[in-house]
Structures are given as structure tokens and as C-alpha cells.
């Protein structure tokens, strides 16, 4: 995992620790459980995603990283690591609905009244901001809580299978639709989470994530993708383990640890 510097890396007690990962996964959880399933309330869904941000900064700093609590999460600026990982998924995702179309697994159409002009630009700034603020807040649940705050599965492998599994489980309110969700989360997941275990920062799975639901709404304000069956959970898995063969790739970089 990461070095340490000349400043010890706070203790990690394990009451502490999940204590902390149980306020973060609430805090995560609730924008779509109260915002938007019980309120029904896109915009206090979206004000509870962002303070979600301020809890995670305050849960770091209860853990002991006082001088940033995002350093909990391996959120120190990675700015290379962020931009290669945005750079990769925003051409494999759509190649990937290209190759769906052409197996029969996916239909596309183009929007009868697609956006354009000022309004286009307008609205893909938003979907950037809408798509990068809960990507982060996810990744910060799923992977870089359990990289630096409380890395109990050690060294990479068991790093990656648990940080994918745990991507699963912030997933709750899709669990219902079955076991091809799942495994699709799961394969998801071990690409974002070997991007952290290869760079060495989260940002290399922001770049990933915010990269994949930054595709998928590109291409949603100018066509109209329509899966045939399981066909795109099919393919999205396939994408997530090609995405996990391009992150293997890299050279793997250790990072010091700056409480």
C-alpha cells in the first residue's frame, strides 16, 4: 500500500474504525433512501449528497488526519492520476455501446429533440458536476476508506476483492434486480478499486467512476440507448474487466501517507 513519512499514520482502532465507516455509508446512503425515496426530492437528494462530503472531511479528522480529512481516503491531488483514468473510460464506455449495438445488445437511437446550443452546454456542465459529486462521495465509501482509514485486508489482491464488494453493497437499492447486478457492480468495482492500488490515490478510481456515469450522461442528452434483455448488464461487465486489464497495465506506484 501507501509509505508512511516522518509522521506516524494515526492508530487505527477497530471500534473507531467502524464506527466511522458506519456514519459514512449512512450519510451515503440517505440522499436516494430520505432525498429521494421517501421525500421524493431531487434537490434535497443532491443537498444531502454534498454534505456527505462534510461528513467525510469530519469522520477523517475524527480518525486522526488533522491536517486534511480527506487524507483518509488517499484524497491527496493526483491530478495525472485523475485525468489518464478520466481520459480511458470516457473512450472505452462509449466503444463499448458501439460494440453492444453491433452483438444485438444494446438499440440507439438518436433523441427526437436532442438539446443543443447554449442549453447543451449548459446542461453538460451539469451532468459533469451532477456525476462527479457522487462518484467521489462513493469512491471515498468504497475504496479509499479501505485503502488508508482502515486497510484490514492488506496488501492489493484482498484490497481489491473487498473494496469490490463493499462497491456492491453501496449499490442497496439495486440489489433486488439479481445476481447479474450484482456481479456487474462486482467486476465494476475491481477495476476502480486496483486504479487506487495501482496509483496509489483515489483519484485514479474518480477518474474511473466519474468517468463511466460522465459517459453514460453524455450520451444520454443526444440518444436514446435501450438495452435488449440482460444485454447491458452483460456488456457493462465485460467493459469493467477490460477496464480492469488496462489498470493492470499500469505500473504500480506507492504514495506516502500524509496524516
Known sequence: MAASTSESAPSRVPLRCALAFAALYAAYEAPEGVGGRLLGNAVVAAVMMTLFHAVAFGVGRWLG???????????????????????????????????????????????????????????????????????????????????????????????????????????????????????MLFCTGLAYAAAVARTGSLWGAVGLHWGWNLANSLMDLRLDVTAVGQGGRMLSTATGLVALALVVLLPAKRRAVEP
Open 65 to 183: 488526519y488533522r491536517r486534511n480529512g480527506f487524507h483518509a481516503y488517499a484524497l491527496e491531488w493526483h491530478g495525472s492520476a485523475l485525468a489518464r483514468a478520466l481520459a480511458v473510460m470516457l473512450v472505452l464506455k462509449p466503444l463499448s455501446v458501439l460494440v453492444g449495438v453491433r452483438l444485438g445488445l444494446l438499440q440507439v437511437l438518436p433523441l427526437e429533440k436532442p438539446v443543443v446550443g447554449t442549453a447543451l452546454l449548459v446542461a453538460v456542465l451539469g451532468v459533469a458536476v451532477s456525476t462527479f459529486v457522487p462518484s467521489v462521495a462513493e469512491d471515498i465509501v468504497a475504496r479509499g476508506f479501505w485503502f488508508r482509514a482502515w486497510p484490514v485486508a492488506g496488501q492489493r489482491a484482498g484490497y481489491v476483492l473487498l473494496s469490490a464488494g463493499v462497491f456492491v453493497l453501496t449499490h442497496v437499492y439495486r440489489l433486488g434486480n439479481g445476481p447479474l447486478e450484482w456481479l
